[in-house]
């Protein structure tokens, strides 16, 4: 027998035919059919004596299951027992021994070790044999193999762990449904997210009607329209983001929700609910569609500062963005006026648009407005109706406003508006916040439009100035020119390039080098000796006189003054010079004083000429009233004069003091008619020669005293001029030949070709300077002194206007001493017509010899 305290140590010989008592014993046929059906299948049968607990049998094909050959069955005694799992060996031996003592059939699971060492899970039905006479008890067992399902229930058992274990860590609440849409389980996180104690608070209830009856728009839910329940009724699976589940207290919880169904043999038979609190994602996406809605505004309110135009403008812009992106009522922006402590509407969006009205100007102080400026602190509400500082009430219980948002505009703590806004629905907190923010954009924004409006002005009066002073040095009648520290022309305005010429961008040295600058005695003037270098080396240079040499060639005198240039820091910063072109003012200077000059001779002139005037006009009216005073004086005596000779030689006399005075009086003429109007000219054609034998026969009287005059060359030049005119040159110049010729020979010569005729008076009489043949051709000119020869000096004058009227010229060739040759050179044929000017006295012919 085997100790009950220990493990058995021998185990009979395991026997593979039957034992003497079973061969003596005779065949049970049930025992017969029982035995073959556990040899048909998969089991390990075995039989045990109850005295020694020893195998007495194993029956094939189990036997060799575990890797052990049949042979070894047979010879291995205790194998068996040694084989069983050292942790399960002890409760199958108690087991066995309680059959054998109770004859009760127990069952038992228990590992053995196969031949490869691997644990068999083995599933042993013990029953104990009847005893039959002579026989002592024996254990009938058979054990199945139930590795395999063993396994699978560990597994099982393991996946239903790891699934509890995952229901209970996990933050997602998950519960199921039945049929029915009643609560099978729910999980930890289901049961703390809605706000029960327990699960069983949950089992056995319709949780759509526990927590899912309503939308989140606050309308109720049915059943036929919820997509959990649409999951119980068709098995679709639904995902919905942003519904609601009621806790036990009756607040909303947001949630994202999947649901799933469970079939059985391909019927629903229930659903998965799954969920999660989106509540702090609900508010971070709310506060990103805050910041994003912020952002926008911010970036729209940066762009509508940022924007060219009136103040106005601008925040109009601002007030546009304010009420567009927080869907506001209105908004309106009001600036400070600072002296009169008044806050001025600038800008209206929204249902009100107009900029007058009773609140178009707000004392600081004065309703929530003006306390907003006075306090300097924001002022919001989402209750309007209930707000105090809010005095309209009948006016926002009509209009439906809600909320209501008003910041100063503040920079660096001083106020320069307030923007408000009215709107319908609240405003979320953090918009609210944010609005802070956009105060504070358009508050910088006005300060920055305002600094630059008030650049702008500067800068406008500056390019003002700087083009008033621009068309100054431009349109200067001086010469302006500037130099940086290195001496590089940098300013030059027109004057001073017409004068200097161009030199923008070159250093005064090369400038110098090719201008052509000369010291006023005419020396070239180096360029260190120039105003601009001397100037730019520290010294102010004071109406210094220089040449300059123009392209032209000609010589400019400048005067010059020129100073440094310095920093506000004293720093040198270049120079600038002023020009003034004295060429003209030094010439007009010349001509006063040559005109003075001439002024003073002129006066001489004058005097001379009322010497001379009074003098020949005196003398032949002297003879002449001599004469007429003798005949009177005979006539009154009765005497008539003696003789007719005698008569006719003081008739002659007085005939040729008439006609004297008449030429003086007529030059006279001719000389206040050409300073007034000009010479007229009478054209004719006549013949040169013969009004020049005429005027040859009128001076008979100076040929019979020794001045024979002789006229030589062509016979006859037919020409077109003014006759009577044409006359008083012959006249003038055989004048002045006889007066002058020293009773000497006197020739007058004719040339003439098809285009021009010349012809000349000559003389061999005192002759004329060099000096003063220019002179005697202008008015009250002569070449000898008034004491010895008579005449105004106005005959050459007049021959002079004359021929150069004619399109001719007049000159004379003389010498002292050597005689004078007048020659004059005129076109054949002039154009132009004419009579006399009216009131011209006629021009006759001399008086007889």
């Given at each position: 027998?085997?100790?009950?305290?220990?493990?058995?140590?021998?185990v009979?010989?395991?026997?593979?035919?039957?034992s003497?008592?079973?061969?003596?014993?005779?065949?049970?046929?049930?025992d017969?059919?029982a035995?073959a059906l556990?040899l048909?299948v998969?089991?390990?049968?075995?039989?045990?004596?109850?005295?020694?607990?020893?195998?007495?049998?194993?029956?094939?094909?189990?036997?060799?299951?575990?890797?052990?050959?049949?042979?070894?069955?047979?010879?291995?005694?205790?194998?068996?027992?040694?084989?069983?799992?050292p942790?399960?060996?002890?409760?199958?031996?108690?087991?066995v021994?309680?059959?054998?003592?109770?004859?009760?059939?127990?069952?038992?699971?228990?590992?053995?070790?196969?031949?490869d060492?691997?644990?068999v899970?083995?599933?042993?039905?013990?029953?104990?044999?009847r005893?039959?006479?002579?026989?002592a008890?024996?254990?009938?067992?058979v054990?199945?193999?139930?590795?395999?399902?063993?396994?699978?229930?560990d597994?099982?058992?393991?996946?239903?762990?790891?699934?509890?274990?995952?229901?209970?860590?996990?933050?997602?609440?998950?519960?199921?449904?039945?049929?029915?849409?009643?609560?099978?389980?729910?999980?930890?996180?289901?049961?703390?997210?809605?706000?029960?104690?327990?699960?069983?608070?949950?089992?056995?209830?319709?949780m759509h009607?526990?927590v899912?009856?309503?939308?989140?728009?606050?309308?109720?839910?049915p059943?036929?329209e919820?997509?959990?329940?649409?999951t119980?009724?068709?098995?679709?699976?639904?995902?919905?983001d942003?519904?609601l589940?009621?806790?036990?207290?009756?607040?909303g919880?947001?949630?994202?929700y999947w649901?799933?169904?469970?079939?059985?043999?391909?019927?629903?038979?229930?659903?998965?609910?799954?969920?999660?609190?989106?509540?702090?994602?609900?508010r971070s996406?709310?506060l990103?569609?805050?910041q994003?809605?912020m952002?926008?505004?911010?970036a729209?309110?940066?762009?509508?500062?940022?924007?060219?135009?009136?103040?106005?403008?601008?925040?109009?812009?601002?007030?546009?963005?304010?009420?567009?992106?927080?869907?506001?009522?209105?908004?309106?922006?009001?600036?400070?006026?600072?002296?009169?402590?008044?806050?001025?509407?600038?800008?209206?969006?929204?249902?009100?648009?107009?900029?007058?009205?009773?609140?178009?100007?707000i004392?600081?102080?004065?309703?929530?407005?003006?306390?907003?400026?006075k306090e300097r602190?924001?002022?919001?509400?989402?209750d309007?109706?209930?707000?105090?500082q809010?005095s309209?009430k009948?006016?926002a219980?009509?209009?439906?406003?809600?909320?209501?948002?008003?910041?100063?505009?503040l920079?660096?703590?001083?106020?320069?508006?307030?923007?408000?806004m009215?709107?319908?629905?609240?405003?979320?907190?953090?918009?609210?916040?944010?609005?802070?923010?956009?105060?504070?954009?358009?508050?910088?924004?006005?300060?920055?439009?305002?600094?630059?409006d008030?650049?702008?002005?500067?800068?406008?009066?500056?390019?003002a100035?700087?083009?008033?002073l621009?068309?100054?040095?431009?349109?200067?009648g001086?010469?302006?020119?500037?130099v940086?520290?290195?001496?590089?022309?940098?300013?030059?305005?027109?004057?001073?390039?017409?004068q200097?010429?161009?030199?923008a961008?070159?250093?005064?040295?090369?400038?110098?080098?090719?201008?052509?600058?000369f010291?006023?005695e005419?020396?070239?003037?180096?360029?260190?000796?120039?105003?601009?270098?001397?100037?730019?080396?520290?010294?102010?240079?004071e109406?210094?006189?220089?040449?300059?040499?123009r392209?032209?060639?000609?010589?400019?005198?400048l005067?010059?003054?020129?100073?440094?240039?310095?920093?506000?820091d004293g720093?040198?910063?270049?120079?600038v010079?002023?020009?003034?072109d004295?060429?003209?003012?030094?010439?007009?200077?010349?001509?006063?004083?040559?005109?003075?000059?001439?002024?003073q001779e002129?006066?001489?002139v004058?005097?001379?000429?009322?010497?001379?005037?009074?003098?020949?006009?005196?003398?032949?009216?002297?003879?002449?009233?001599?004469?007429?005073?003798?005949l009177?004086?005979?006539?009154?005596r009765?005497?008539?004069?003696?003789?007719?000779?005698?008569?006719?030689?003081?008739?002659?006399?007085?005939?040729?003091?008439?006609?004297?005075?008449?030429?003086?009086?007529?030059?006279?003429?001719?000389?206040s008619?050409?300073?007034?109007?000009?010479?007229?000219?009478?054209?004719?054609?006549?013949?040169l020669?013969?009004l020049l034998?005429e005027?040859?026969e009128?001076f008979?009287?100076?040929?019979a005293q020794g001045?024979?005059?002789?006229?030589?060359g062509s016979?006859?030049?037919?020409?077109?001029w003014?006759?009577?005119?044409?006359?008083?040159?012959?006249?003038?110049?055989?004048?002045?030949?006889?007066?002058?010729?020293?009773?000497?020979?006197?020739?007058?010569r004719?040339?003439?070709?098809a285009?021009?005729?010349?012809?000349?008076?000559?003389?061999?009489?005192?002759?004329?300077?060099p000096?003063?043949?220019?002179?005697?051709?202008?008015r009250?000119?002569?070449?000898?002194?008034?004491m010895?020869?008579?005449?105004?000096?106005?005959?050459?004058?007049?021959?002079?206007?004359?021929?150069?009227?004619h399109?001719?010229?007049?000159?004379?060739?003389?010498?002292?001493?050597s005689?004078?040759?007048?020659?004059?050179d005129?076109?054949?044929v002039?154009?132009?017509?004419?009579?006399?000017?009216?009131?011209e006295?006629?021009r006759?012919?001399?008086?007889?010899?």
């Open positions: 027998m085997i100790d009950a305290h220990r493990e058995p140590s021998d009979g010989r395991q026997s593979l035919a039957p003497e008592d079973e061969r003596g014993a005779p065949a049970d046929p049930e017969d059919g035995r556990l048909a998969d089991v390990l049968l075995w039989e045990m004596r109850g005295d020694a607990l020893e195998l007495s049998s194993v029956r094939a094909p189990a036997r060799e299951l575990f890797g052990h050959a049949a042979e070894r069955w047979a010879a291995d005694d205790g194998l068996f027992w040694r084989q069983q799992h942790e399960d060996r002890p409760r199958l031996l108690a087991l021994r309680k059959v054998l003592a109770e004859g009760a059939t127990e069952r038992i699971e228990h590992r053995f070790l196969a031949a060492g691997r644990p899970w083995l599933s042993s039905e013990l029953a104990r044999r005893d039959q006479a002579g026989r008890p024996a254990i009938l067992g054990s199945t193999d139930v590795t395999r399902a063993r396994a699978a229930e597994a099982l058992r393991e996946a239903e762990e790891r699934m509890q274990a995952l229901l209970e860590s996990t933050e997602q609440g998950i519960y199921g449904l039945d049929r029915a849409g009643r609560c099978t389980f729910a999980n930890p996180a289901c049961v703390r997210l809605l706000g029960y104690q327990s699960e069983a608070e949950l089992v056995g209830r319709n009607q526990l899912h009856h309503t939308r989140p728009s606050g309308a109720a839910l059943e036929s919820c997509r959990i329940c649409g119980l009724r068709n098995g679709e699976p639904a995902h919905l942003g519904e589940l009621f806790r036990a207290d009756g607040t919880l947001a949630v994202e649901s799933r169904s469970i079939r059985r043999q391909g019927e629903v038979v229930g659903a998965i609910v799954t969920f999660v609190d989106i509540t702090e994602r609900k996406e709310e990103l569609e805050v994003a809605l952002s926008a505004l911010r729209e309110v940066s762009a509508a500062l940022a924007r060219s135009g009136t103040m106005s403008e601008l925040l109009q812009g601002c007030a546009e963005a304010i009420r567009g992106h927080l869907d506001a009522a209105f908004a309106r922006i009001w600036l400070l006026d600072d002296l009169h402590q008044v806050l001025e509407l600038h800008a209206s969006a929204g249902m009100y648009t107009h900029l007058d009205g009773p609140h178009s100007h004392p600081v102080g004065s309703y929530k407005i003006g306390r907003i400026a602190r924001p002022h919001l509400t989402n309007v109706l209930n707000d105090p809010v309209e009948a006016w219980r009509r209009e439906g406003m809600v909320s209501f948002a008003g910041y100063p505009l920079v660096e703590d001083r106020l320069i508006g307030v923007v408000a009215f709107a319908r629905r609240p405003l979320h907190e953090h918009v609210l916040d944010a609005l802070g923010t956009i105060a504070d954009t358009v508050a910088q924004g006005i300060e920055r439009k305002r600094a630059e008030a650049l702008q002005r500067s800068e406008g009066r500056r390019a100035e700087h083009a008033v621009r068309r100054l040095i431009e349109q200067s001086d010469g302006i020119v500037m940086d520290e290195h001496g590089v022309v940098r300013l030059m305005n027109p004057e001073a390039e017409r200097l010429g161009p030199a961008e070159r250093t005064i040295d090369a400038w110098a080098s090719t201008a052509g600058f010291t006023p005419g020396a070239p003037m180096p360029a260190a000796q120039t105003p601009l270098h001397r100037a730019l080396h520290g010294e102010k240079v109406s210094a006189r220089w040449q300059v040499r392209p032209d060639g000609s010589l400019r005198v005067s010059a003054s020129a100073s440094p240039l310095r920093r506000a720093a040198p910063a270049g120079a010079m002023n020009t003034r004295e060429t003209e003012r030094l010439r007009l200077e010349q001509e006063r004083e040559r005109l003075l000059q001439s002024l002129a006066v001489q004058r005097d001379e000429f009322l010497s001379i005037a009074s003098h020949e006009l005196k003398t032949p009216l002297t003879a002449l009233v001599l004469q007429v005073e003798s009177r004086r005979a006539i009154r009765g005497q008539a004069p003696q003789g007719v000779p005698r008569l006719d030689a003081k008739l002659s006399t007085i005939h040729r003091s008439v006609f004297r005075l008449s030429d003086l009086v007529n030059d006279l003429l001719d000389v008619r050409i300073s007034a109007q000009g010479l007229p000219l009478h054209v004719e054609d006549f013949d020669v013969a034998r005027g040859v009128r008979q009287e100076a040929q001045s024979p005059i002789r006229l030589l016979p006859e030049v037919l020409v077109r003014d006759r009577s005119r044409m006359e008083q040159v012959v006249t003038n110049l055989l004048s002045n030949a006889v007066k002058y010729g020293a009773g000497a020979p006197i020739d007058v004719v040339e003439a070709d285009e021009r005729v010349r012809f000349a008076v000559q003389d061999r009489g005192i002759g004329i300077a000096g003063d043949q220019a002179r005697i051709f202008e009250f000119q002569r070449a000898a002194s008034v010895h020869y008579g005449g105004f000096g106005l005959g050459l004058w007049i021959v002079r206007l004359i021929v150069e009227q399109g001719g010229a007049v000159r004379v060739e003389s010498a002292p001493g005689g004078a040759t007048f020659s004059v005129l076109p054949r002039i154009a132009g017509a004419g009579a006399p000017a009216e009131g006295p006629p006759g012919p001399a008086p007889p010899g």
